[in-house]
C-alpha cells in the first residue's frame, strides 16, 4: 500500500508533468475502481478538462481540475498509478488510462482491485467515504508533540493498530508502522495505556525521522516510475527470519489481523 514516503514522491512527479495538462481521452477497462460517479459520467468529466494540482490528504492522493472537480485516488494495497507513453505495454489489471495531450498517459492499474477512485465536484469530498473522517495528516505541521499526546489518549488499543488507524493520524500503513516502532524500540503488541511520557515522545519522533528519510530515498531512486513500490531499503518490514541491523537477532515476524507484523524482541520492548 502507498504511505507517505511513496505518495509524496508520486505528488512531486505528477506535479512536475500534468498542471496545464489536458485529458483527451478516457478509456475505463475495470470500471469496479470508479466508485462515483458511473463511468461514463467519470470519462465525460475528464475529458477536456485539464489537471491542476496535485494533492495528498493521508493516503488519497487529490488531483485538481480546470472543471472543480477533484479525482481522489486511495490506491489500498495493490493499486498503482503509472504515467508513460501510449507505446508501454498495459498491465493486465489496467482498470483506466487517461491520455493527455501531451502524448503521454497517466493510467491506473490494481491487481487485486481493491483501490478506490472518486470524482467529486470541490468542495464536496464529503462524498468520498472516510475522507473527511481521517484525523490530521501524519507530517502536518500543526502535530505538535503535545497535540500528538493528546490524540492518542484518546486510544487504548496495541500501539500498531493506533498507528495505522487513519483517523487518530492519516497515512502511515503496515509498512512504516512496523519502521516507526523499529525506530522508537517500541514492541507493535504493547497497549497504548502501557507506554511511557518518553516512548510518546520516541514514537513521534520516529515517525518524523522514519517518514522524511524514506521520502527522500525514494525520492533518489524513483525516477518517473511512480508504478515501482521501492521497499527494498526498510529495516525491518518483511525482513522475518533476516537479522536485525541493530542487533543480529532473527526478526520476528506475526500474521494478525490481516497484517503482517515484523519487530525485533530484543530492540523493542
Ligand atoms: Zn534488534
Redo the contacts with the bound molecule.
Keep these: 500500500m502507498p504511505e507517505i514516503p511513496d505518495l509524496e514522491n508520486i505528488k512531486a512527479f505528477l506535479n512536475g508533468v500534468l498542471p496545464g495538462v489536458k485529458v483527451t481521452g478516457v478509456e475505463t477497462r475495470i470500471p469496479l475502481v470508479i466508485r462515483r460517479p458511473i463511468p461514463q459520467e467519470f470519462a465525460s468529466i475528464l475529458e477536456g478538462n485539464a489537471f491542476q494540482e496535485v494533492t495528498r490528504r493521508g493516503k488519497f492522493l487529490v488531483f485538481h481540475t480546470t472543471s472543480g472537480h477533484v479525482m481522489a485516488i486511495n490506491a489500498m494495497l495493490t493499486g498503482h498509478l503509472q504515467y508513460t507513453g501510449p507505446e508501454t505495454r498495459r498491465h493486465a489489471k489496467t482498470c483506466f488510462v487517461l491520455s493527455l495531450e501531451n502524448g503521454m498517459e497517466l493510467r491506473y492499474y490494481d491487481g487485486r482491485l481493491m483501490g478506490k477512485v472518486y470524482l467529486v465536484p470541490r468542495g464536496q469530498e464529503a462524498l468520498i467515504p472516510r475522507f473527511e473522517e481521517m484525523g490530521p495528516d501524519a507530517l502536518d505541521p500543526q502535530v505538535t508533540l503535545e497535540l500528538f499526546r493528546k490524540r492518542i489518549r484518546r486510544y487504548t488499543g496495541q500501539i500498531k493498530g493506533i498507528l495505522v488507524k487513519d483517523t487518530f493520524i492519516a497515512g502511515i500503513g503496515n509498512a512504516y508502522s512496523d519502521e516507526i516502532l523499529?525506530e522508537a524500540g517500541i514492541y507493535p503488541f504493547r497497549r497504548r495505556p502501557t507506554l511511557t511520557e518518553d516512548e510518546i515522545e520516541a514514537l513521534y519522533n520516529s515517525i518524523h525521522l522514519v517518514l522524511k528519510e524514506a521520502t527522500e530515498t525514494i525520492g533518489r531512486r524513483m525516477n518517473g516510475r511512480i508504478d515501482l513500490k521501492i521497499r527494498d531499503f526498510l529495516k525491518i518490514h518483511r525482513k522475518g527470519q533476516q537479522s536485525?541491523?541493530?542487533?543480529?537477532?532473527r526478526?520476528g515476524e506475526v500474521k494478525a489481523n490481516q497484517r503482517l507484523t515484523n519487530f525485533?524482541?530484543?530492540?523493542?520492548r
Excluded at 536485525?244 to 537477532?249: A, E, K, L, Q, S
Excluded at 525485533?264 to 523493542?268: A, G, I, K, S
Aim: one cysteine or more; hydrophobic letters at 15%.
Design positions: 523499529f536485525c541491523p541493530r542487533c543480529g537477532n526478526i525485533c524482541r530484543n530492540c523493542q
